[in-house]
């Protein structure tokens, strides 16, 4: 992997990362299906301004359902889930949940093609989850009410991922700048009908409103540029390289901006399922001239 590839890789965990991060300080007082509509909307808005410049088209007439499809199951969805358990959860569970979801893609898939689980598939499983009861199980947060209905959103939300990419091997093919445009004005339209049933709690602070915007356009409109720009300059499968490195982020912004703890439970938790997840998917890091040959989001 070239070195400009590397720090591109290193700058889309760290946003990614920080998701998680500004989720935390903005849902609690947006709510999570307001702080989400503005989420997907400024990302939405971002990436047609950029496709205006590049003169990149999304070809609704064609692609309406792929997008709809994509859109609910790989934005609306998991962001809403991840949002509703931000509400409770630190940053640093919610980042360390997040990974899990190669776990879950490579689960579904095994059943969708009616393909029985290896032992290190299971094994890893196995592993993934002794993770996430180490990590929540010891967290004080995990004594808060509403943890327990947090906690399973955020799995819910990794789950949707998967989902989404056992859907995306399937499709159609669409030109990735088109994808990511297309899905956040089709999260919009998803958004909308939950709104009133997650009324904002408070009016937001300048600080926010920063936060909001951050997780709009930098946090989904940036990052899916540069994700599809080392998609082209590296491969698809690099993305599960950053799955990979969010954690560390996300535990690390949290520590950093929130004061949040960082206890031996939140490393042990956070490495059993990072093992788990390297088991299931077959992970091995190879570094050379090329890029590492990995996969997943």
């Not at 307001?34 to 410049?53: K, M, P, S, T």
């Not at 692609?63 to 934005?75: A, C, D, I, T």
Request: aromatic residues 12%.
């Amino acid at each position: 992997m070239t070195t400009a590839n590397f720090l591109r890789l290193l700058l889309l965990a760290a946003i990614w990362g920080g998701s998680f991060l500004f989720m935390r300080i903005s849902a609690p007082v947006l709510g999570p299906a307001v702080l989400i509509e503005y989420r997907v909307l400024f990302a939405a808005l971002f990436l047609a301004a950029v496709g205006l410049v590049l003169r990149k088209r999304l070809d609704l007439r064609a692609n309406w359902k792929h997008y709809l499809m994509l859109g609910f199951f790989n934005s609306a969805l998991p962001f809403l889930l991840f949002a509703y358990g931000a509400r409770t959860l630190t940053a640093s569970v919610l980042s360390v949940l997040n990974a899990t979801a190669p776990m879950w893609g490579a689960l579904l898939g095994a059943l969708w093609a009616r393909q029985a689980i290896s032992a290190r598939t299971g094994l890893g499983l196995l592993l993934g989850t002794a993770g996430v009861a180490l990590l929540v199980g010891f967290d004080d947060v995990s004594t808060l009410p509403g943890a327990g209905l947090a906690i399973a959103a955020a799995l819910a939300a990794a789950l949707c991922y998967g989902i989404a990419s056992i859907y995306a091997k399937s499709a159609k093919s669409v030109e990735p700048f088109a994808n990511a445009h297309g899905t956040m004005w089709a999260a919009t339209l998803f958004v909308l009908p939950a709104i009133p049933f997650f009324p904002a709690p408070a009016s937001p602070t300048p600080g926010v409103w920063a936060a909001v915007l951050a997780l709009g356009v930098v946090c989904s409109g940036i990052a899916y540029l540069i994700y599809f720009r080392l998609i082209a300059e590296v491969g698809p499968t690099s993305a599960l390289t950053v799955t990979f490195l969010n954690p560390v982020f996300g535990i690390l912004w949290g520590a950093l901006f929130l004061g949040e703890t960082v206890g031996w439970h939140t490393l042990a938790g956070s490495a059993t399922v990072l093992v788990g997840t390297a088991l299931v998917t077959g992970f091995v890091p190879r570094f050379g001239r090329t890029a590492a040959a990995v996969s997943g989001k």
